[in-house]
């Protein structure tokens, strides 16, 4: 079975800094998806950054970017100039490709994300 | 676009009974829809995974008799919580993903206590 490690409960960072959160799972696939996910105190699930496991640039949104290292089975999120918006919970989470549609997510426990202003 | 909806939000229920929670795809049709399951302050647990027009598949451990899934059409699912239990009690969030697209919608939520 596949597991997702997040183990950093919490992090602390000041408004305008930057931040990388990390993440390890463990999968005997080739084929797979990576996802960071935030969740506000609304607990709107909230798709932040993807990265298909067969592609070997480093996935990047915006501010949002990742360090996949296939290798090592490491995919860690950096969030650049920190914003009071980006305080939640973040949450890694892996997915099996199935061919077709989505699979079910295997989530990590996640870390709590503070910004200090 | 994509947005996804649950109904209800919040349900309160006592024990014994049975509460129906509904998710819809509210602009796009879904072939799968997936049921996760939030206890307080801890992660997303995958329960089921349904398919418009086919039994739900249940991962390991969740009881298929307990937690019914229909998916009865290509926008809806539900999940009926059956004889309800305090410790059934938790946040239900349900997803959908669009025909031959790789990306989960997620629904806001439906926070289920059961006294």
């Known amino acids: 079975a596949q597991t997702v490690t997040q183990s950093q409960p919490e992090m602390s960072v000041q408004e305008a800094e930057t931040v990388t959160l990390s993440c390890t799972y463990d999968?005997?696939?080739?084929?797979?998806?990576l996802f960071w996910y935030k969740q506000p105190p609304s607990r709107q699930m909230i798709l932040v950054i993807r990265q298909e496991a067969y592609k070997q640039q480093n996935a990047t949104e915006n501010r949002f970017s990742v360090n996949f290292q296939k290798a090592a089975k490491s995919f860690s999120l950096k969030i650049s100039d920190s914003q009071l918006g980006d305080a939640a919970m973040y949450f890694c989470?892996?997915?099996?490709?199935?061919?077709?549609?989505?699979?079910?997510?295997?989530f990590g426990k996640g870390t709590h994300l503070i910004i200090q202003p | 676009g994509a947005v996804v909806s649950q109904h209800p939000s919040w349900v309160i229920c006592k024990s014994g009974t049975s509460v129906k929670i509904e998710c819809r795809s509210l602009?796009?049709?879904?072939?799968?829809m997936f049921w996760y399951r939030q206890f307080p302050k801890q992660s997303l647990m995958l329960m089921a995974t349904s398919n418009e027009g086919s039994k739900a598949t249940y991962e390991q451990g969740v009881e298929k008799d307990k937690f019914l899934i229909n998916h009865a059409s290509l926008t809806l699912s539900t999940l009926t919580v059956t004889s309800a239990h305090p410790e059934d009690s938790s946040f239900y969030i349900c997803?959908?993903?669009?025909?031959?697209?790789?990306?989960?919608?997620f629904g806001p939520g439906t926070r289920l206590t059961v006294t």
């Open positions: 997803s959908a993903n669009p025909y031959f697209i790789y990306e989960q919608y």
């Open positions: 602009d796009f049709q879904a072939t799968t």
């Open positions: 999968t005997s696939e080739s084929d797979y998806y």
């Open positions: 989470a892996y997915s099996m490709y199935s061919g077709g549609g989505a699979d079910g997510l295997t």
